[in-house]
C-alpha cells in the first residue's frame, strides 16, 4: 500500500497559495511582467568588455576578454572560438554551497551560453582567434542562465564583438496552472514546467530553447512561447536603451561626435 | 578535439542535396532512418539501431534505503556512455569523455525522461523511509553515424518498459524481497513514454536569411550543418521537453514545422516500440517459472548463429573485392562454458558481441570495428566471462554483489 | 513598460566605470544616428557597404543591419559603423608600442594589444651599431641579443597582409627597445592618430603615445632618474589613466591639462587615482580647456 | 611445389586466401648465393628462410618483378610510391599544406608542387579543398610526400585540364582499399554504377570524387558506389537498377 498521494501537483512543497485572487504573484508582479532590471556595462576596466545585470535579486557580473590568441591548442584557423565559464558564488542563494569548477549545472549552463553566441557572433571576422565569455552569479533568485545571457550579450556589445544582433533571454513558469513570465526562485520549483528561451529581438528568431518537465495538456507548447518572446522584448528595450546612453555617455565625454 | 575531417566539397554537396530535398542517403528531408530496436534476453536489455547509429541500454533495479529528505520516492538516475568504438574522434577522446556536444547529449536524455515524470518515483516506493527502489539506466553508444541522441533516447525508454523489479511483499515493517525466479517479476511505473526527434537546422548566419531543418541527420550532415533541436513527445502528443542549445539562430515558423514533425515521428516509434516489445516478452526464455537449470534453448540459438555464419562466409564471387574475413570461429568447448555462464541473468556484452555476428549486414559491422579490434573484443570477452563464472558460484538471480559492488566504485 | 529610469546606482561596490551616469548625455546628443548590433540601417539604393555592418537579404529586399554599437558615418557612399569600444585595429603607418612574447624562426612575436599578435621580422630591425648587410645564419642565433620575451619595444605598423596577419618594423632610429620608464595601458580609441607620437611634455617627462593604447613615459635627458622625475612621471601615469577612465581623448594638450589641474587643486599623486578626485580633475581640465 | 630460377619455392598458389602466420614461399639457405633479387610487398615478412604472411588476404606474386605481398582489404591506408590517392587540406605551414589521407599521419604538400606553379603564381587552397595528387615519398619513418606534377604533362594548374591538382564540386566516397584498387585496375563498376555522364578520381587511400550534372545524380552514385563495397554482384546489380528507376519516377 503506497503512501497516500501528495496534494496536487501546483501546491508546491508548503502548500503556498502562489497566484492571490485578484492575479498578483508573490512579489506584487502581473503574469505577464518581468523583474526589475537594472544593468551597467563596463564596469571592470581590466576586461575588454564587462557588464553588470541585475533582474530582481538575481545579480550578475559577465565579463568578455578577447578577441585574441588562442590559449589552448584547438583553435579553428578560419573562425575564432568561443569558450565560457559560469562560476556561481558561494554566497550566491541561502544555503551556502560550495560548487567546484567542473560542476554538472554550471557546465550545462557553461554549454548553454557558449553554443548560444556562437550561432550570434560572426566568427568569420575574427579567423584563429578566442572569445573568453565569464559569467560569475553574485546573487541566485531564479534565473540565472536568464540573466547570465542578458549579461554577457551587454559585455560582447561593450567589448565591441561583432554580432549580427542581440540575444535576449526570458524564462516562463507554470504555476497555479497560469504561465508566468520571469518566474523566481520560489515560483520555478524542480518539479514544475519551465521554459528557457532566447531570441534575437530584431528578427525574432530562436536562439536556444530549453523546456523542462511535462506540459499538461490544456497548457499548449505555443501559449508558452509567446508568453517568453513578450517577456523577452520588454527586457530588450531596457537593454538597448542601457547601450544607447552609454554609448551617448562615451561619445560626449570623448568630445570627438563627429569621428 | 578535432571532428572527423570533412571537405568543403563533401559539406556543399550534402548542403545541396538538402536544398533539393534528396539527401545524403536517399531520404526525404523529413524522413527518419528506419527504427530496429531488439529487447535482449536478460530483463531490461535494449539494442537500437538507426542504420548505423547503434546504442545499447541495460536497467538494473535495485531496492536502497532511502535519503532521509526524499524518503518516500524512489530514485532514477541515467548514465550514458559514449564507447571508444563509436567513432574516431570518440576512440582519440576516450580520456576525458566529457567532450561538449556529448555533455548536452546526456543532460538532454535526463531532462526528457527524468524530469518529464516518464517513470513516477513516488510509485517506486516500497515502504517509506525504509525500502524504496533504485532505477539505473546505462547507455553505451557502440557506433556513431550521427543523430546519437535519438538512438539513446529510445534505446532508454526501451530499457525501462522491458525491465523487470522482483515483486516484494511488506508485512507491518518487515520487507520481503522475492527472488527473480520465486514470484512473476513486475514492470517498473512508467506512465508515458516521451520519445525524442532530433533535427539538423541548415542556414546562412545572417538575420534574415531563411533556414531549413532536417529530421534524422546523419554524421556528414550533422558536421555540416550549424546547430540541433531536439523534441521530445509522448504518443499522446503531449510536448515533454524541448532542448535547442545554441547554434543556427531558427525561425518561429520552421520551430512550429519542427514540433509537428517530432509528434507524429513519435507517434510511428511508440508503435515500432510497443511491436517490439509484444515479442520480446512471447519469446522471452526466462519468463518461464523454472529453477535456472542449464536451459537447451540457448544452445540451440547459439547453434542456429553457427550455422548463419557458415552461410555467410562461403567463397563469394571473385568480383566482389572484399571477402568476408572468415576469422576461425572460437572452438566449440569455449562456447560451452558461455552458455553455462549465461545461465545466470547478467548482462553481459558477449551476448551483444555475438548477436551483432549473426546480424544481416554483419560486413557492416565488421567493417565499422575493422578486424583487428573484433578479434580483440571477442578475445577479451572469452576472457573475462570465464574468469568471472569460474570463480563465483551461481548466485541469487539478482545481479551477483561483486559484479554490482564492482560497477558501483567503476560508476563514482 | 517605459524604460526604466536609471536612478544613481543604490549599490556601491560596483559602481559604473563612467562616474557621471545621468540620463542629461542622451538629450543632448540625441541627434547623433547611434545604433546597436541588429537595427537596421536605412540605406539608399547605391550606399556601398563597409566595416561594422551586416548585409542579409530579407523578405523585402536586401537589408543593412548594424553589427556594433556605434556611431553610423556616412562618408558619401560608404555606410559604415564606427565602434565605440573595440581592441586595437592596426593601420599601416601607426606608431605603437609592443611587447615581446615569443621568439619563432627569423621573427619576434609582439603583443599590440590587437586581436592577433603581430610579427617583428628579424630582417625590418636595425641591428646594434647601424650597419647594414643581410641577415645571416649567426644573426638568427643570437636573436636573443636584440630583444628577448618581455621586453618593451616601439615600432611602426609596416603593412596588413591578405590573412590578417600584421608586420612591424624599427627601421629608424626613433625606434627600438625601451627601457628606463613606465607603460600605461588606455584604450586605443582614445589614442588620436597625429604626425608625431613621440612628445616632450613640458613637465620633462619623454611620452610614446602608441596607437594601440600603450604608453611609455621616460625621462627625457639621459642618466639616473631623480626622486623629483619620478614623481612627475607617476603623475603623468595618473592623470592619463584619469583621461581613460573618463574616456577623454588622450594628446599630449589634455595630458598636461589634467596635470596642471591636479597641481592647481593640490592634489598628491598617491591620491589621483581615487574616482570622485578623478572626476574633479577632468570636470576641471575641462573647463580650463573650454576657457583658453 | 613448383621451383622457380627466382630462388624460392611458393607454399601456396598465388590468388589463394592467406591468413597472418601462414608459410607462402621458402627462401632456402643462403649458402646457394647469387640467386634473384627478392621483393617483399606489404604484409610480407621474413622468419629466417621463410617468408611468412603478416596480413590477411590475398597471396600476390609478380614474376617478372620477382615481387610477393598479400592484397588485404583494410580502410586505414598505409602510403605507397606512385599511388594516385584523395586528400583534404587540413591546414597551412609556412610553404605546405597538411594533407589528411586516411592514414596514420597527415601529409605534407608543398605550394610548389603543382603543374607549372611558381613562386607569384601558385594555387591559394583553402582548409578543406580535396586534391588528387601523387605519393612522391612514402617511408616507415617519415611523413608521406605527396605532389599534383605529372610527369611528361606540359599543362599548366591555371588551365584546369591537368589530371592532378584541386577537385572543385561533386562529392567522395569512403569505400575499402581493396574495392578503390579494384575501380582503379578495371573500371567495369564504374561503368554499370549509372547510366548518367559523371567525372570520377579513385584515390588508392579509399575515397573516390565523382560530380555528375545535378547533385541528385550524384547522390544515387555515391548511394550505388557504397553498396558495391559491401553488396555481392548480383545483389548489387540488382540494387543498382532498383534505384535509378525509382528515381526517373
Redesign the interface.
Known amino acids: 500500500m503506497a503512501p497516500p498521494p501528495k496534494r496536487g501537483r501546483g501546491g508546491g512543497a508548503r502548500g503556498l497559495e502562489y497566484i492571490s485572487l485578484d492575479g498578483l504573484r508573490v512579489d506584487g508582479r502581473l503574469h505577464t511582467e518581468v523583474r526589475k532590471i537594472r544593468c551597467s556595462l563596463g564596469t571592470l576596466s581590466r576586461a575588454d568588455g564587462s557588464a553588470y545585470y541585475e533582474q530582481g535579486n538575481t545579480r550578475v557580473l559577465a565579463a568578455v576578454y578577447g578577441p585574441r590568441e588562442p590559449t589552448g591548442r584547438d583553435f579553428e584557423h578560419d573562425k575564432a572560438i568561443v569558450k565560457c565559464e559560469f562560476s556561481t558564488a558561494m554566497f550566491a542563494s541561502t544555503a551556502r554551497r560550495r560548487t567546484w569548477k567542473g560542476d554538472r549545472k554550471s557546465t550545462a549552463a557553461a554549454i548553454v551560453v557558449q553554443r548560444l553566441f556562437e550561432g550570434v557572433i560572426l566568427l568569420a571576422e575574427y579567423p584563429r582567434c578566442q572569445i573568453d565569455i565569464y559569467v560569475q552569479v553574485l546573487q541566485n533568485d531564479g534565473g540565472t542562465l536568464v540573466a547570465a545571457v542578458n549579461a554577457a550579450c551587454l559585455a560582447l556589445i561593450n567589448a565591441g564583438v561583432a554580432m549580427s544582433d542581440y540575444v535576449v533571454a526570458c524564462s516562463v513558469g507554470y504555476v497555479d496552472n497560469t504561465f508566468v513570465a520571469d518566474p523566481n526562485s520560489l515560483e520555478s520549483g524542480s518539479d514544475r514546467p519551465e521554459l528557457t528561451l532566447a531570441i534575437t529581438p530584431h528578427s525574432g528568431k530562436i536562439c536556444s530553447c530549453q523546456l523542462v518537465s511535462k506540459l499538461a495538456d490544456d497548457a499548449s507548447f505555443e501559449s508558452a512561447m509567446q508568453y517568453a518572446t513578450a517577456g523577452a522584448k520588454q527586457i530588450f528595450q531596457v537593454l538597448e536603451y542601457e547601450v544607447k546612453k552609454y554609448s551617448l555617455g562615451l561619445l560626449d565625454s570623448r568630445g570627438m561626435v563627429a569621428l | 578535439m578535432k571532428e572527423k575531417v570533412i571537405s568543403l566539397c563533401e559539406k556543399n554537396f550534402t548542403i545541396d542535396c538538402i536544398k533539393a530535398n534528396c539527401r545524403v542517403d536517399g531520404r526525404r528531408i523529413s524522413e527518419a532512418r528506419k527504427a530496429s530496436i531488439s529487447l535482449g534476453p536478460n530483463w531490461g536489455f535494449a539494442e537500437v539501431r538507426y542504420d548505423r547509429t547503434h546504442a545499447v541500454a541495460s536497467t538494473t533495479v535495485e531496492a536502497i534505503t532511502p535519503t532521509p529528505d526524499r524518503g518516500s520516492e524512489g530514485s532514477i538516475s541515467i548514465s550514458v556512455e559514449l564507447s571508444p568504438t563509436a567513432s574516431e574522434p570518440a576512440a582519440r577522446a576516450s580520456l576525458f569523455r566529457n567532450t561538449g556536444s556529448f555533455i548536452e547529449t546526456r543532460n538532454c536524455i535526463e531532462s526528457f525522461v527524468r524530469d518529464s515524470r516518464s517513470v513516477d518515483t513516488e510509485a517506486l516506493c516500497v515502504l517509506a523511509g525504509v525500502k524504496v527502489w533504485s532505477v539505473r539506466v546505462d547507455v553505451h553508444i557502440i557506433n556513431d553515424d550521427g543523430n546519437c541522441m535519438d538512438a539513446c533516447m529510445l534505446a532508454v525508454m526501451a530499457s525501462l518498459m522491458h525491465a523487470r523489479r522482483p515483486d516484494v511483499t511488506v508485512t507491518g515493517k518487515e520487507v520481503r524481497i522475492h527472488a527473480m525466479d520465486e514470484r512473476e517479476p513486475v514492470p517498473l511505473p512508467v506512465h508515458h513514454v516521451p520519445l525524442s526527434a532530433t533535427f539538423g537546422l541548415f542556414g546562412g548566419g545572417r538575420p534574415f536569411d531563411p533556414d531549413t531543418v532536417v529530421l534524422d541527420p546523419v554524421k556528414t550532415e550533422e558536421l555540416a550543418s550549424n546547430g540541433s533541436v531536439s523534441f521530445a513527445f509522448n504518443s499522446q502528443g503531449e510536448v515533454c521537453g524541448v532542448y535547442k542549445g545554441g547554434g543556427l539562430p531558427l525561425h518561429i515558423r520552421s520551430f512550429e514545422v519542427c514540433s509537428k514533425l517530432a509528434a507524429t515521428h513519435a507517434v510511428g516509434l511508440t508503435a515500432i516500440l510497443k511491436a517490439a516489445l509484444a515479442d520480446a516478452s512471447a519469446e522471452h526464455p526466462l519468463s518461464t517459472v523454472r529453477p535456472m537449470l542449464v536451459d537447451a534453448e540457448p544452445v540451440a540459438m547459439l547453434a542456429k548463429k553457427e550455422s548463419e555464419r557458415e552461410k555467410l562466409a562461403a567463397p563469394t564471387s571473385t568480383w566482389n573485392a572484399t571477402p568476408v574475413l572468415d576469422t576461425a570461429p572460437p572452438d566449440i568447448d569455449a562456447m560451452e562454458t558461455i552458455t553455462r555462464a549465461r545461465a545466470v541473468p547478467k548482462n553481459d556484452l558477449i551476448d551483444g558481441v555475438f548477436e551483432h555476428e549473426n546480424e544481416d549486414d554483419q560486413n557492416e559491422d565488421m567493417k565499422d570495428v575493422g578486424p583487428e579490434e573484433e578479434n580483440k573484443m571477442i578475445v577479451e570477452k572469452l576472457i573475462r566471462s570465464d574468469s568471472e563464472s569460474s570463480t563465483e558460484g551461481l548466485e541469487a538471480a539478482i545481479v551477483p554483489k561483486k559484479q554490482r559492488k564492482e560497477r558501483k566504485t567503476r560508476r563514482r | 513598460?517605459e524604460?526604466?529610469k536609471?536612478s544613481s546606482?543604490s549599490?556601491t561596490i560596483?559602481?559604473?566605470?563612467?562616474l557621471?551616469?545621468n540620463?542629461e548625455?542622451?538629450s543632448?546628443?540625441?541627434h547623433?544616428p547611434?545604433t546597436?548590433?541588429?537595427?537596421?540601417i536605412p540605406t539608399e539604393d547605391h550606399s556601398v557597404r563597409a566595416r561594422?555592418t551586416?548585409?542579409?537579404?530579407?523578405?523585402s529586399g536586401n537589408?543593412l543591419?548594424a553589427?556594433?554599437?556605434?556611431?553610423i558615418?556616412r562618408v558619401n557612399k560608404l555606410v559604415m559603423v564606427?565602434?565605440?569600444?573595440?581592441?586595437y585595429i592596426p593601420e599601416t603607418g601607426d606608431v605603437v608600442v609592443g611587447r615581446v612574447v615569443e621568439i619563432a624562426n627569423k621573427r619576434y612575436k609582439m603583443?599590440v594589444n590587437a586581436?592577433?599578435?603581430a610579427f617583428l621580422l628579424l630582417t625590418a630591425i636595425n641591428l646594434p651599431g647601424g650597419v647594414h648587410r643581410r641577415r645571416n645564419q649567426e644573426d638568427e642565433l643570437n636573436m636573443r641579443q636584440y630583444f628577448k620575451e618581455g621586453d618593451l619595444v616601439s615600432a611602426e605598423v609596416q603593412e596588413r597582409r591578405k590573412?590578417?596577419s600584421v608586420a612591424l618594423h624599427t627601421r629608424s632610429l626613433r625606434y627600438g627597445k625601451l627601457s628606463a620608464g613606465q607603460l600605461v595601458t588606455v584604450q586605443s580609441?582614445?589614442v588620436?592618430r597625429a604626425k608625431k607620437h613621440f612628445h616632450e611634455l613640458p613637465c620633462g617627462v619623454h611620452t610614446i603615445l602608441g596607437n594601440n593604447g600603450f604608453i611609455f613615459l621616460s625621462q627625457t635627458r639621459k642618466g639616473a632618474i631623480s626622486l623629483e622625475m619620478r614623481r612627475r612621471i607617476a603623475r603623468v601615469a595618473n592623470s592619463i589613466l584619469a583621461l581613460d577612465?573618463?574616456?577623454?581623448?588622450i594628446g599630449p594638450d589634455t595630458i598636461m591639462d589634467v596635470y596642471q589641474t591636479s597641481l592647481a587643486n593640490g592634489v598628491e599623486v598617491k591620491d589621483m587615482c581615487t574616482p570622485d578626485v578623478v572626476k574633479s580633475i577632468c570636470v576641471g581640465a575641462r573647463s580650463m580647456r573650454e576657457a583658453a | 611445389m613448383s621451383k622457380r630460377p627466382s630462388g624460392m619455392e611458393l607454399a601456396k598458389q598465388p590468388g589463394t586466401i592467406i591468413l597472418p602466420g601462414e608459410r607462402m614461399a621458402n627462401i632456402g639457405d643462403s649458402a646457394d648465393a647469387g640467386q634473384a633479387v627478392i621483393r617483399i610487398g606489404s604484409g610480407v615478412t621474413q622468419k629466417s628462410s621463410e617468408l611468412l604472411a603478416s596480413k590477411a588476404g590475398y597471396m600476390r606474386y609478380e614474376a617478372s618483378r620477382n615481387k610477393l605481398w598479400v592484397e588485404s582489404n583494410q580502410k586505414r591506408y598505409v602510403p605507397a610510391l606512385e599511388d594516385p590517392i584523395i586528400g583534404i587540406v587540413q591546414d597551412r605551414f609556412g610553404e605546405e599544406y597538411r594533407l589528411d589521407i586516411n592514414g596514420s599521419d597527415t601529409a605534407t604538400l608543398s605550394m610548389l608542387a603543382f603543374q607549372g606553379a611558381t613562386k607569384k603564381n601558385r594555387p591559394n587552397l583553402g582548409a578543406g579543398a580535396l586534391v588528387y595528387c601523387r605519393v612522391v615519398r612514402a617511408s616507415k619513418n617519415m611523413e608521406a610526400e605527396v605532389s599534383c606534377i605529372e610527369p611528361g604533362s606540359t599543362k599548366s594548374w591555371s588551365g584546369g585540364e591537368t589530371l592532378y591538382g584541386e577537385l572543385q564540386g561533386g562529392t567522395v566516397v569512403q569505400v575499402s582499399l581493396g574495392m578503390a584498387r579494384k575501380l582503379l585496375r578495371e573500371d567495369r563498376v564504374l561503368k554499370m554504377v549509372g547510366n548518367v555522364p559523371f567525372q570520377s578520381a579513385v584515390g588508392v587511400n579509399g575515397r573516390i570524387w565523382i560530380e555528375a550534372g545535378n547533385c541528385e545524380h550524384t547522390m544515387l552514385l555515391s548511394l550505388a558506389l557504397q553498396k558495391a563495397d559491401v553488396m555481392r554482384a548480383d545483389e548489387w546489380q540488382e540494387f543498382v537498377k532498383q534505384l535509378w528507376s525509382q528515381s526517373k519516377k
Do not use: W, Y
Open positions: 513598460m524604460a526604466h536609471h546606482a549599490f560596483l559602481r559604473p566605470k563612467r557621471s551616469d540620463a548625455p542622451v543632448r546628443l540625441s547623433v547611434i546597436s548590433p541588429g537595427s537596421v561594422g551586416l548585409l542579409s537579404c530579407g523578405e537589408v543591419t553589427t556594433r554599437a556605434g556611431v558615418s564606427m565602434p565605440l569600444r573595440s581592441r603583443d586581436t592577433k599578435h590573412d590578417g580609441e582614445l588620436k577612465s573618463e574616456f577623454i581623448a
